[in-house]
């Protein structure tokens, strides 16, 4: 048996922020980070909501930790708000997500997965949560999923849970309109990535499969336009995330993202960043697998030949957008060669390699890492 989740409703448009004024709530919680709030956001969606206390939360930082997300949990738990609103990226999403369950919920983050009962442990829902993405990319506000950094250990945790997917998803193209061009590339090669890494899954469906597709389609159309500026190509990522979001969220990522959670992890960098410069390098190791077939499909339903022409389109476009195509030109050999151990270990550890097409061994994955920092071409 399958089964696909999604927000209730997702509201998009130029004035989708509108469907707030019809929101009612006797307390609310707005959960976002200092840059989000600094920028007005935040104070156009205290405006429109109807609530008798709106407490604000605002310490979400970039790759948040558990901590964090223990810390807004808190103050969910004191306020116990029956609306809350994640304003801001991934990492908002992440935090929002949590707290709702945490605020009701005495469990380790670590210990919520696809196969836990919440409403054993005695979760009622008792708040809404709208999810309002600034950025295009992370799908977090339409998926069960969420990314925690354990700072001990420099690594990402994955909790997931149906439990956890926002009520609302709210996709107003204004908010993305001024978005930094680094944010641009790295939040719509994660989308990029969210799309491929779905349609390949050995968990993928029939409904994943539409999403994701459509996805790639209008990310290979529309992220360069979007780098340079263009207002609709911009507006068509923000919808091709959130489509992202929805079809690998019901059919989960894989090797990619093991290897991207791990490096990010390590090195303390944007995950889109992370997951981008590892794509291609996958792909290439999925061509002597029967994900190859998969892949060749994809190809021919966005107007290329066959996975091979995939892998160069995107490379390409990586170029475009000022990606980083290899290792070598975020780290230092060095720092390479002190870490890969741990980058391996992490990796094998991380729960979405066991959606892979392919799954490498420990002395493959060594080896996609020697390759992806050197930039050479897989061919094992």
């Known amino acids: 048996?399958?089964?696909?989740?999604?927000?209730?409703?997702?509201?998009?448009?130029?004035?989708?922020?509108?469907?707030?004024?019809?929101?009612?709530?006797?307390?609310?919680?707005?959960?976002?980070?200092?840059?989000?709030?600094?920028?007005?956001?935040?104070?156009?969606?205290?405006s429109s909501i109807k609530a008798e206390r709106v407490e604000i939360f605002s310490e979400v930082e970039p790759e948040p930790s558990i901590d964090t997300a223990l810390k807004c949990a808190k103050v969910a738990r004191e306020l116990q708000p029956d609306l809350i609103v994640a304003v801001g990226g991934g990492s908002v999403m992440d935090v929002a997500k949590a707290a709702r369950v945490l605020m009701e919920v005495d469990i380790d983050p670590i210990a919520i997965t696809p196969f836990t009962d919440l409403s054993e442990y005695g979760y009622k829902k008792k708040a809404r949560l709208i999810a309002i993405p600034t950025t295009s990319g992370t799908g977090a506000d339409a998926t069960w999923a969420i990314v925690l950094t354990d700072k001990k250990e420099s690594r990402k945790l994955t909790p997931a849970n149906k439990e956890l997917i926002p009520d609302v998803t709210v996709l107003d193209y204004r908010l993305v309109a001024n978005l930094p061009k680094k944010l641009v590339s790295g939040t719509g090669f994660d989308a990029l990535t969210h799309a491929i890494e779905g349609y390949v899954s050995i968990w993928r469906n029939e409904f994943s499969d539409a999403l994701c597709e459509k996805a790639v389609e209008i990310i290979l159309e529309n992220l360069e336009k979007s780098y340079n500026g263009d207002a609709e190509a911009r507006a068509k990522m923000h919808i091709a995330a959130t489509m992202a979001g929805l079809g690998f969220?019901?059919?989960?990522?894989?090797?990619?993202?093991?290897?991207?959670?791990?490096?990010?992890?390590?090195?303390?960098?944007?995950?889109?960043?992370?997951?981008?410069?590892?794509?291609?390098?996958?792909?290439?190791?999925?061509?002597?697998?029967?994900?190859?077939?998969?892949?060749?499909?994809?190809?021919?339903?966005?107007?290329?030949?066959?996975?091979?022409?995939?892998?160069?389109?995107?490379?390409?476009?990586?170029?475009?957008?000022?990606?980083?195509?290899?290792?070598?030109?975020?780290?230092?050999?060095?720092?390479?060669?002190?870490?890969?151990?741990?980058?391996?270990?992490?990796?094998?550890?991380?729960?979405?390699?066991g959606m892979s097409p392919r799954i490498p061994d420990v002395e493959q994955t060594k080896m996609i890492y020697e390759y992806a920092f050197e930039g050479k071409r897989i061919d094992f």
């Open 1 to 46: 048996m399958w089964t696909f989740v999604s927000p209730r409703v997702i509201v998009f448009g130029d004035d989708a922020l509108t469907f707030l004024e019809g929101e009612k709530a006797g307390k609310a919680l707005i959960v976002t980070d200092n840059t989000i709030a600094k920028l007005g956001f935040v104070d156009a969606v205290k």
């Open 249 to 353: 969220g019901n059919s989960q990522v894989g090797l990619v993202h093991s290897l991207g959670h791990s490096f990010g992890g390590v090195f303390k960098l944007h995950h889109g960043l992370c997951v981008a410069v590892f794509l291609p390098y996958v792909m290439q190791f999925y061509l002597k697998s029967d994900a190859k077939m998969r892949m060749d499909s994809l190809a021919r339903k966005v107007g290329l030949t066959d996975a091979e022409a995939l892998i160069e389109k995107i490379m390409a476009l990586m170029k475009s957008v000022e990606i980083p195509t290899r290792l070598s030109e975020i780290i230092t050999k060095k720092d390479f060669d002190e870490n890969v151990e741990r980058l391996v270990t992490n990796t094998m550890n991380d729960p979405s390699l």
